[in-house]
């Protein structure tokens, strides 16, 4: 057998062996009873993928276990019976139910309900029931100063998140209470080592379209196989949460440049299968601004750093490329 012949040979095993392990984990949680669909229906927002995927796998007999020590680890005070962060966690449940009706979904699981789960309610809320200059409908959610855009096309009453960029308000995430950051690195480090989680093949492409003297513009193309996506089921559709972390260092090896963009896949399970074999693409515009940030670069080999995380399979790929 060729050398080639080999490698489609293992790359078709491949493929066929990570879809399978998704189609097995969404068959799973199908069969669930009542009890143990409602947890980890309502966890999504909270659950690792490592841990979703052993509390699938383990017998049922197991599971009440299993949902003991989730909450046990999640909580602020160890030594309280009431685990501040369950009850918050449930009460901002109720409260996405009760007002956000209407989207051919219960609150809690639209984009709004979502935001308010993991982030609390906002300090200030702005809707505009009727069509904009833009002939759009939206809320602005302000936490601080930082505009959160919900955008309805038609008018319907059924919002979709539009900003992307959630990073500045990891302070009000829900899950940086007390002691819970702490708890959850633990429990994912010990799921990752039972997990065997393989890491994402990633190629990457750079496009510098402006160079000045106080300002560089560029895109950065990612692409990479869907088969090696990690998704998970949410209702009807697989979902996945990409997040990317760009550092621009001289040729000193000192940083010049940071920043971080995130990105939400949805997929339909029939179009996840169909996607096997082709590859997904995200691109990332690099704004430089500054003439002294500027001045540092083109002095020598300067280089791109890429950390990319698979947040929903808990697997991260770092890659260099050289930024000219």
Known sequence: MSSRLRLSVALALAVGLLAGAACRLYNLERKLDPVNADFVSKVRYIIGSSERRIFL???DSEKPKFIEEFWKKRNPDPSSAENAFKIEYYKRIDQATKL???EGAPGWLTDRGRM??????????ITQPYRNASNRCQEVWYYANYPVIFIDASCTGTYRLETL??????SY??????GLNQARDEAEKVFAEEANVKPMNLDADLKIQVRAPDRI???LGIEMPYERIWFKADGTMMVTTLEAALE???ARKASVWESKARREIRLPVAEVNRMIGKTYRWEIPILVEGADKVGRLGQGQDVLVITLTNVTGNEILKKTMDFK
Request: net charge negative; aromatic share 6%; glycine share 6%.
């Open 100 to 102: 956000f009706q209407g």
């Open 57 to 59: 796998e383990l017998p």
């Open 173 to 178: 995430s829900l899950t940086s209470m007390h």
């Open 116 to 125: 308010l789960i993991i982030y609390g309610p906002p300090t200030e809320r």
């Open 248 to 250: 621009l260092r001289d």
């Open 165 to 170: 960029d959630l990073v500045p308000l990891e």
């Open 217 to 219: 513009e560029a895109v």
